[in-house]
């Protein structure tokens, strides 16, 4: 192959990679103002986990936007009762699908884990990612609770009131999303699991253009309403 040639070949490489992240659809850099989580550390004033990001998020009755940076982050998240509205945003070139997410949030606790001395709000001890706050939005997250067919063990727990989950993947085995409170709106998203995997007393959830898979038997959802007056 001649040089000329070579070159040309490495124009076409190139400009095909830059492109494949490219448009309207892209979420590749944080907004003025966010607080970034960069696993990395690269991006400049980052924090290297989400929990420290959360840490960091304003008092303020402003809008709060957290910005995740491409990658896997091993812990535990719990996003506590803010004053104002949140967006949460994973690092994605196409925020209308969860398959080109690359933002992944990963724990592994059951029931069986939580010391027996706890005996109040046990669900919350194995939740990935709770949210206790109000007026939250999530975008283009991984979020899975690995530890697998050992009881309950929850990968997203929502807790508060008017929630938008859009194009995440929220993985597990049994009881995999707790809708404890809402109204929610889970759009474009990938829900997995086995025992009643979408599960809730209170909220009023809807489901709009999901992927709902069951990796093994058992029921999808179970609802624990007590009376007809009970709007989930």
Known sequence: MSILALFSALVIVTATAEGACTGPNTRTMPPPGAIVVDATGVYNGSFKNVSEGVTKLSTSTGDHTLFLMPGTYKEKVIIPQLKGKLIVQGYTCDTTSYASNQVTITHAMAQRDVPASITKNRNDYTTTLLLKS????VYNLNVANTAGNVGQAIAMKVDGANYGIY?????????TLYANNGPALFAKSYISGAIDFVFGLYAKAWFESCDIESVGYGCVTAN???DNSNPS
């Not at 109000?134 to 939005?137: G, I, L, M």
């Open 167 to 175: 194009a995440c993947k929220i993985t597990g085995y049994q009881d």
């Open 224 to 226: 624990g309403r007590t």
């Open 134 to 137: 109000s007026n939250v939005k």
